[in-house]
């Protein structure tokens, strides 16, 4: 079946510095992959996503690239905030199913 | 400001209560979905529907029911609370086979 596994957590860094979330899957087909953000007390948003092999998504200054060879779809950020910090979550969309399977969540915390 | 609508945001309730979780989305999707969020933030789907009366129970098992009769309502109910049940309850909608909404969730405790 289709799964995600990402990096386990928490992960805690300084303001400014890179982070790196590692993420990768299982999947039949040509998935299209996400990354979500929950921000305390609140639901889920989109972060950024890709559908196929090679695109990268960016958004907020964070990027993935859709690597198929690989499997992965890992997120990054140059440069985190203190606003960054919040539960990030990778998620899948099999080419024949609407449902998302979601990653188990990583918690970042950023401190000033 | 948001599409998707879940109230309450909060809820206290004792055991053996039945409540109903109402989840309302404005942006006319057909799919709608049930997620359920333990404390280790996992996520785990209950419950979905792909239209009007159609509904399909998750991965998750869990003794909540849903319905679907109009497009925009997606509630869901405990006939009797637990304990157990005590968790944070996540309504999300997509048009596209990507791309979910989420709602702010619900956060219930039975006590």
């Known amino acids: 079946g289709n799964s995600v596994t990402q990096m386990e957590g928490p992960v805690t860094l300084s303001e400014e510095a890179f982070l790196t979330i590692n993420c990768t899957y299982t999947?039949?087909?040509?998935?299209?992959l996400f990354w979500y953000v929950q921000y305390p007390g609140e639901g889920l948003q989109l972060l950024l996503k890709a559908t196929k092999a090679d695109d990268k998504g960016s958004n907020k200054g964070f990027e993935a690239t859709y690597r198929k060879e690989t499997t992965s779809f890992h997120l990054e950020k140059g440069s985190v905030q203190v606003s960054d910090s919040a539960v990030y979550f990778c998620a899948l969309s099999a080419s024949n199913d609407y449902k998302l399977s979601f990653g188990a969540g990583t918690t970042v915390t950023v401190r000033a | 400001e948001a599409d998707i609508y879940q109230t309450p945001r909060y809820l206290v309730i004792g055991t053996g209560k039945k409540i109903t979780l109402e989840c309302s989305q404005t942006m006319g999707h057909d799919k709608m979905y049930w997620y359920q969020q333990d404390p280790g933030m996992e996520l785990h789907l209950i419950h979905y529907?792909?239209?009007?009366?159609?509904?399909e129970k998750g991965d998750l098992s869990s003794e909540s029911t849903v319905s679907r009769i109009r497009t925009e309502h997606f509630p869901l109910t405990l006939e009797s609370a637990r304990p157990s049940h005590t968790s944070q309850y996540l309504c999300?909608?997509?048009?596209?086979?990507?791309?979910?909404?989420f709602g702010s969730g619900t956060r219930l405790t039975v006590v």
């Open positions: 999947a039949t087909g040509y998935p299209s």
């Open positions: 999300a909608s997509s048009e596209q086979p990507y791309g979910y909404t």
């Open positions: 529907s792909y239209g009007v009366n159609s509904t």
